[in-house]
């Protein structure tokens, strides 16, 4: 569900909540939710991987590395973090149930050259059901991240640069970048692993893509 909220200067506010559960899965009991992640659980952090169903346009699906692989679905939980599979039985993965609330909003005042940046923040929660997660503390399993994002084409192409995060998520965040000093701004490690990005063709009008590049 996505609800926007116009404020008096036609600024908005745009809020997406999401809500998934399975009442039954017959995967549930298994040690682990990493070996069948896409079909047996909600992901808050949707990627290629999870989309067994191909219902997103990946660029770089299988790929591990490089800017390809840091492209993230804005579907089921909508988090902007994106660790691949080597993480879906750490972090953000449920085969039971799994909520959030994505948020984002227009600047007050308008940058200058039009620069289409704006704040998000995004907050979720995921139930690891698995025989392992008996024991894991809800504190773990509720994950919030705010930074900036560019949004271009009426959201066809969106850029996220996170800047605050959950303590789980940073811990992730920190091992993506290859830091090791979590005290330390980005973790001391490439921030540039931290960046990711998602593409909706469906919502990218070919006139006025062209439009804005000629201006």
Do not use: H
């Not at 840091?70 to 039971?96: D, L, W, Y």
């Not at 998000?120 to 995921?126: K, P, S, T, V």
């Amino acid at each position: 569900m996505e609800t926007t909220v116009f404020l008096q200067t036609q600024e908005k506010i745009t809020a997406r909540v999401f809500v998934g559960y399975f009442p039954i899965n017959s995967r549930r009991n298994r040690g682990s939710v990493s070996s069948d992640i896409a079909r047996a659980s909600f992901a808050l952090n949707p990627q290629g991987f999870n989309d067994y169903r191909f219902d997103q346009t990946f660029l770089g699906r299988s790929e591990t590395s490089g800017i390809l692989s840091r492209q993230v679905s804005q579907t089921e939980g909508g988090f902007k973090g994106a660790f691949g599979s080597p993480f879906a039985g750490v972090i953000g993965n449920s085969n039971n149930y799994i909520w959030s609330i994505n948020l984002k909003a227009d600047l007050p005042a308008k940058l200058p050259f039009g620069i289409p940046l704006k704040p998000y923040f995004d907050l979720g929660y995921f139930d690891d059901a698995t025989p392992l997660g008996q024991d894991r503390p809800s504190s773990e399993q509720l994950l919030w991240s705010g930074g900036l994002m560019l949004a271009f084409f009426n959201g066809g192409l969106e850029v996220y640069f996170p800047l605050v995060n959950s303590k789980s998520l940073k811990d992730r965040y920190c091992e993506a970048g290859g830091g090791s000093n979590n005290s330390a701004i980005f973790c001391g490690g490439n921030y540039r692993k931290w960046i990711s990005w998602s593409i909706r063709l469906k919502t990218i009008e070919p006139i006025e893509a062209a439009n804005q590049f000629i201006r």
